[in-house]
């Protein structure tokens, strides 16, 4: 067996550094192109990866990182694992991804502590798993004509399956696992990496011993490449010495939000001592020292994580301020990083955040017990019972996006942009006045991105060009670099909210992002406590909704979908996670009045976990995904003490939900929760989706409600 190379990545981002993927699926999507364009875009993306990494000097190249839509879902495929409703599907891979006109797609949720989303396979008993090796093995016979030899990437069991929820079937699955194997080995792959990230988590004892068990069969197959099992996210714990008892020969260890490792004779150990998960700097005496200290047969230089989470290249923002820049690494940089760790050349020192001091926080005011609010809100809102309202976004068209681009070069006056703004504004208000919505919102056609747009208009932020980052499919974001003292200089979202409810009788919801998503969807400085930062940005959050109920909004909503996303990994750091968090909230809209209805929004981040949390936040109405994961929502929420809204029409697919499915679930609904606290609303944000489907499916939520309002009144 060769020996495993002295600097690798355990992954790169995958949607071309001008988002050459995003560009090609949606071309494909909309019919404009077809698969072939598709393969072609992929095959041109996998190949300026691996040249680049090769020209940057990275030993050990990885491939199967590259996805089409999801890693996780490829593993599905890879396994069999295809449900059988979506057999039949034109294409069954995009099927199960987001759905087609008679089917829904599979639920969707968070990647452990990330913003990145992955498709939850779906197995059961009947599952029969079946082996498809066909895209690991063209990607590792397209990188050797290239001239390039590969580490193939694959979700190892233990993980897949706990994402599954089906971790009964290890023992089914190990076999395709041991068929892949063999097939990577007749390849001549050297090789294989099996990501087994779960593993950072609290597992059990049974589970650990399922750890064991799994990998000892593995590591049994007797013509296989090398065994590279990669955790990361945290530190692996008791985990690791089961895994280093067993036949596996190279283990990957997250040196940057773990610890230490012990000493490990005989195994190579995958130091992740650059980060995947943050855009700053390594410090190169942290990683010496990190690398000095593990004692192991081999030691490889690595990134902490996949590389996805972050964007390509600093090289490609100019707009930055110098000092800024200068502590900045992307992909490319944090490759560079590690090759230079592993000839240990790395040159330092890393520039230092510039000191600034912290405010001191201000102690949040009371609002009045929720009975007292409910009732001062019922008596000014008026709402009929099953309200309907959105979360806050419409679509996002080719026009606006225009728009903004023509005043960022000039071609197009900021007058001329706001009037373009309130023509939007206006369309949106007539859409849903014509639907007969209840609550209505201004449809946020200024903002680019529900946490960029705030940090372009709060102090010690920074916003990129270019700083791309995949979220799921070919949805991408572009994080903000937090990296300064956070306030508010005036206003944000105050103007356009006013003029919507101008322009109606009907109630505008104020929309505002949150201060744990701000800070959870940023790359934050590390030089203050998490918690801090946070609190920062609440007070930021606070002074907005001040000047919008004094505007004279009478309902301001405060999302916080990254809610569950930040939640520790380990069970130990939860609680002081979940204690600061929601005083954060609390914090950032204390002071409202009475009749003031506060709202919240989650979504695709299994908040069922949380939802005691949920309920501290005291927001009078709580908007949540329900209807992509199948209502499971429903069976955690019947002590929940305020107004609720579990989605009823999943934005993230283009199928168009009927008015009997809308019904459907709100009877479930109905059926959790007393009708007074029952909202109806879609699972998030429209921004994603045409207004020839907002507006069907929107007809048939407000149809399935003026049912069901007719025999609550009767």
């Known amino acids: 067996m060769s020996p495993f190379p002295t600097s690798t990545v355990l992954g790169y981002p995958r949607i071309g550094p001008r988002r050459e993927l995003k560009r090609a699926l949606e071309s494909y999507w909309d019919g404009r192109s077809g698969r072939a364009e598709l393969e072609r875009a992929g095959a041109e993306i996998r190949e300026r990866t691996w040249r680049r990494l090769a020209e940057l000097g990275l030993e050990g190249l990885p491939s199967n990182t590259f996805s089409l839509y999801d890693h996780v879902l490829d593993t599905a495929v890879l396994l069999g694992a295809v449900p059988e409703r979506y057999r039949a599907a034109e294409d069954p891979y995009f099927a199960m991804a987001r759905g087609t006109d008679g089917l829904a797609p599979l639920r969707m ?44 990437v694959v979700v190892g069991p233990v993980t897949f399956l706990l994402l599954a929820g089906a971790p009964e079937r290890l023992d089914d699955v190990l076999g395709c696992y041991e068929e892949l194997l063999a097939a990577l080995a007749a390849e001549g792959v050297a090789w294989v990496q099996l990501d087994e990230p779960a593993l950072v988590g609290d597992r059990t004892p049974e589970e650990l011993e399922a750890v064991r068990g799994a990998y000892d069969r593995l590591g049994s197959v007797t013509a296989r490449p ?24 190279a283990i990957g260890v997250d040196l940057v939000r773990g610890g230490g490792v012990p000493d490990l004779p005989g195994k190579t150990v995958v130091a992740g001592v650059v980060s995947g998960r943050d855009v700053w700097r390594t410090a190169p005496e942290r990683a010496l020292a990190a690398l000095g200290a593990v004692r192991a047969g081999r030691v490889t230089v690595s990134t902490s994580c996949s590389l996805l989470h972050v964007p390509y290249d600093v090289d490609a923002e100019p707009d930055l301020d110098p000092g800024l820049r200068a502590r900045l690494a992307f992909a490319e940089q944090k490759v ?79 007058d001329d942009y706001e009037r373009r703004v309130e023509a939007e504004i206006e369309r949106v208000v007539r859409v849903q006045e014509r639907l007969g919505l209840d609550v209505l919102v201004h449809g946020e056609p200024e903002r680019n991105d529900m946490v960029q747009y705030f940090a372009e208009h709060l102090d010690g932020f920074a916003v990129t060009r270019n700083g791309w980052v995949q979220s799921y499919g070919s949805r991408c974001t572009r994080p903000p670099i937090l990296h300064g003292d956070v306030s508010r200089p005036g206003p944000i979202t105050v103007r356009w909210a006013s003029y919507a409810q101008s322009l109606t009788d009907k109630p505008v919801k104020g929309m505002l992002t949150g201060p744990v998503t701000i800070v959870a969807w940023s790359f934050v400085r590390d030089d203050l406590p998490l918690r801090d930062v946070v609190f920062q940005v609440a007070d930021a959050v606070r002074e907005e909704v001040r000047d919008l109920e004094a505007a004279g909004l009478s309902i301001i909503q405060v999302d916080e979908p990254a809610l569950r996303e930040l939640l520790p990994l380990r069970r130990a750091a939860q609680a002081d996670y979940l204690e600061w968090a929601v005083a954060a909230y609390r914090r950032a809209t204390s002071g409202a009045a009475d009749r003031t209805q506060i709202h919240t929004h989650l979504c695709y981040s299994d908040a069922d976990q949380i939802l005691a949390a949920i309920d501290g936040l005291d927001a009078d109405v709580t908007t949540i995904e329900s209807a992509r994961s199948g209502a ?68 048939h939520v407000v149809e399935a409600t003026r049912r069901l309002r007719a025999e609550l009144q009767a």
């Open 109 to 152: 949720t968070k990647w452990f502590d990330t913003n990145y989303h992955y498709i939850v396979p779906e197995i059961g008993p009947e599952t029969v798993f079946k082996l498809d090796a066909s895209k690991p093995l063209a990607e590792v016979r397209e990188a050797r004509a290239l001239g390039y030899e590969t580490r193939p």
């Open 226 to 249: 090398g065994l590279f099992v990669a955790s990361y996210f945290g530190d692996l714990g008791p985990a690791l010495p089961v895994l280093a008892a067993t036949p596996v020969e």
């Open 336 to 414: 560079a990083e590690v090759v230079a760790l592993a000839r240990s050349d790395f040159q330092g020192p890393v520039p230092a955040a510039p000191s600034v001091p912290l405010t001191s926080p201000a102690a949040p005011e009371e609002r009045a017990p929720y009975a007292v609010r409910a009732a001062a809100q019922a008596a000014h809102l008026g709402l009929p019972p099953l309200p309907i309202t959105t979360i806050g976004s419409f679509p996002q068209t080719g026009e606006l996006r225009a728009a903004r681009a023509a005043v960022a070069n000039g071609t197009l006056s900021e």
């Open 632 to 699: 499971r929502i429903l069976g955690a929420v019947s002590a929940f003490g305020r107004g609720l809204g579990p989605g009823v029409y999943d934005i993230h697919s283009p199928r168009v939900p009927g008015a009997d499915e809308v019904e459907d679930l709100l009877r479930r609904t109905l059926e959790a929760l007393p009708a007074e606290r029952v909202w109806v609303n879609p699972d998030c944000g429209l921004k994603t989706r045409t207004y020839e489907q907002v507006e069907s499916s929107l007809a």
